[in-house]
């Protein structure tokens, strides 16, 4: 098990990849702190983590609110005594919307999350991982800030800015022993992208294999990744295995995109 007794914080739980982190991180032996703003499902989720026998704790938490990462930060040395893993799950896409089009206090909305409420709770994670002598933080980024499509430059550009933060913070905190990646997602088959599916199946009068034919004529390896996979390439980042990898920037996408 890659993440045996580490610590490892998941925020952003929530259907798909972020219930995914935390169900895989704990079959992975970790102990697991579960975040989120909505309680009801942290705990849902948190029964399922159980079963996988990982300690676990919940800590609803809104990562644009500082108080609320420092309470995150504090019940979980509180409980396990040191941080080993951060991984930044949290975030909201936006408005769907051309430019030209678009509301530029939704762009800042969504930077205050995706940006913003990452950097926050990283930061207020720092000093532990520094008392303990080191860690991985994991940001969850996205294939969209490097393949662009339009209508989604909100959600791309806060991501984009994550990207850059990323590097930076590597280089700045690689001295205390603490690495800082990022992994880009693409499609991913979960709840969010079969909701995706039927709606766009149903709205163009096509069949859902049409729809899935479309998305996957530019994966090579010819199907939509499980949302699964993509949690568990994000948890090798914050495993021991990637010791001596930070500053990167994971594409995780089938092969979509090929920088």
Not at 66 to 82: E, K, S, W
Not at 92 to 101: C, R, Y
């Amino acid at each position: 098990m890659i993440l045996e007794n580490k610590v490892v914080i998941v925020s952003g739980i929530g259907p798909g990849l972020g219930q995914e982190l935390a169900i895989n991180a704990g079959k992975q032996g970790a102990k697991v702190v579960l975040a989120a703003r909505t309680k009801s499902f942290l705990e849902e989720v948190d029964a399922i983590v159980r079963k996988t026998g990982a300690e676990t704790l919940v800590v609803p938490t809104d990562i644009t609110k500082p108080d609320q990462c420092q309470n995150l930060v504090d019940q979980t040395m509180a409980r396990f005594g040191r941080i080993d893993a951060l991984v930044n799950s949290a975030y909201t896409g936006g408005k769907m919307a051309m430019f030209v089009d678009s509301d530029l206090d939704d762009w800042r909305a969504t930077m205050e999350v995706n940006f913003y409420g990452s950097l926050t709770l990283t930061q207020k994670a720092v000093p532990a991982m520094k008392a303990g002598g080191g860690g991985a933080i994991v940001m969850i980024n996205t294939m969209v800030q490097r393949k662009p499509i339009p209508t989604q430059a909100a959600y791309a550009s806060s991501k984009g800015a994550l990207t850059a933060a990323t590097r930076m913070l590597a280089k700045e905190l690689g001295p205390d022993q603490i690495r800082v990646n990022s992994i880009s997602m693409g499609w991913m088959w979960g709840p969010p992208v079969e909701g995706y599916v039927k709606g766009a199946a149903k709205q163009m009068g096509v069949s859902e294999e049409q729809v899935l034919a479309g998305i996957t004529k530019d994966i090579p390896l010819g199907r939509i990744p499980d949302d699964s996979d993509c949690a568990n390439a994000a948890l090798f980042l914050a495993s021991d295995l990637s010791r001596v990898i930070t500053g990167a920037s994971l594409d995780c996408n089938g092969g979509e995109f090929m920088p």
